[in-house]
T-cell receptor
């Protein structure tokens, strides 16, 4: 079985400041990793994913995440946040080559960007 | 392509009743998964359907059931509703591989 831990449940941050959201996972098999974002009263939107290749992945809106196999982590960063980044962020994993699409999510991190 | 569509967006039901939620996946996607989101338990996997067959199942009581039709649309049913079933129910569709696309969810309130 897999498990995902997001170490911070809430992160307040000032506009234009950097932010880091921490994610650690546990799995006996190889996994794919994802970050999803959820805005109020909305579903989940994929922010970025790590499947293979370069361990640093980037999104189109300035977020990046780095896969660290030895530390089983997939932390999300943004060098300068905007008010519009206020949302809840979820880290998730899925078994590689699994028969099915069962995502295991972390508990989420609420980011509140203050002006 | 149209996204994942869930209906209805909001529902209020009374304890003991049953409810059916609907999910239309992205055209061409054959896998549909359901998740329950609550403040206390977070996002939990309910079940997944692929080509009309349940492929994976989470750890929920038998009151939660689902099905998938030949056009890949899926429904989930909750019978004998309890207050604790109040949640946001999210549906996700997947073509192949791993990227799941989520609908906006159905918010169920049980009173």
């Amino acid at each position: 079985a897999q498990s995902v831990t997001q170490l911070d449940s809430q992160v307040p941050v000032f506009e234009e400041a950097p932010v880091e959201l921490r994610c650690n996972y546990s799995s006996s098999v190889s996994v794919y990793l994802f970050w999803y974002v959820q805005y109020p009263n909305q579903g989940l939107q994929l922010l970025l994913k790590y499947l293979s290749g370069s361990t640093l992945v980037e999104s189109i809106n300035g977020f990046e995440a780095e896969f660290n196999k030895s530390q089983t982590s997939f932390h999300l960063r943004k060098p300068s946040v905007h008010i519009s980044d206020t949302a809840e962020y979820f880290c998730a994993v899925i078994r590689r080559k699994a028969a099915g699409n069962k995502l295991t999510f972390g508990g989420g991190t609420r980011v509140l960007v203050k002006p | 392509k149209a996204g994942v569509t869930q209906t209805p967006r909001y529902l209020i039901k009374t304890r003991g009743q049953q409810v059916t939620l609907s999910c239309s996946p992205i055209s061409g996607h054959r896998s549909v998964s359901w998740y329950q989101q609550t403040p206390g338990q977070g996002l939990q996997f309910l079940f997944e359907y692929f080509s009309e067959t349940q492929r994976n199942k989470g750890n929920f009581p038998g009151r939660f059931s689902g099905r998938q039709f030949s056009n890949s649309r899926s429904e989930m049913n909750v019978s004998t509703l309890e207050l604790g079933d109040s949640a946001l129910y999210l549906c996700a569709s997947t073509e192949q591989g791993t990227e799941a696309f989520f609908g906006q969810g159905t918010r169920l309130t049980v009173v």
